[in-house]
């Protein structure tokens, strides 16, 4: 089991920049791919990226390539979500997740989900 934790969130003025962090407690974080997913109000959960377990394989949505990065720590369980050039229509609920497949993009494939956590972008 993984237990996950999102923090870094916050109030950024368009074209400003934040990073995200997801700490992970359990034994198998190294073993699980990483994804971020958001959520605007009214909106469904939408992928923004993931990250492979091992060989750092990531992949974007086409709304944030470009801008955002994602990266991981597996010695220190954390998983980095940093986003650049931001936009209004970035404002939404960050959540990290914890996936067993690589290249999935729903929802539903991922197993484990964080509290999430609020980013606000000011026009």
């Known amino acids: 089991q993984v237990q996950l934790v999102e923090s870094g969130g916050g109030l950024v003025q368009a074209g400003g920049s934040l990073r995200l962090s997801c700490a992970a407690s359990?034994?198998?974080?190294?073993?699980?791919?990483m994804g971020w997913f958001r959520q605007a109000p009214g909106k469904e959960r939408e992928f923004v990226g993931s990250?492979?377990?091992?060989?750092?394989?990531?992949d974007y949505a086409d709304s944030v390539k470009g801008r955002f990065t994602i990266s991981r720590d597996n010695a220190k369980k954390i998983v980095y979500l940093q986003m650049n050039s931001l936009k209004p229509e970035d404002t939404a609920v960050y959540y990290c997740a914890a996936g067993e497949i690589y290249g999935l993009k729903w929802v539903a494939d991922y197993k484990y989900w964080g509290q999430g956590t609020q980013v606000t972008v000011s026009s």
């Open positions: 359990g034994r198998s974080f190294s073993s699980y791919v």
């Open positions: 990250i492979s377990w091992s060989v750092r394989l990531t």
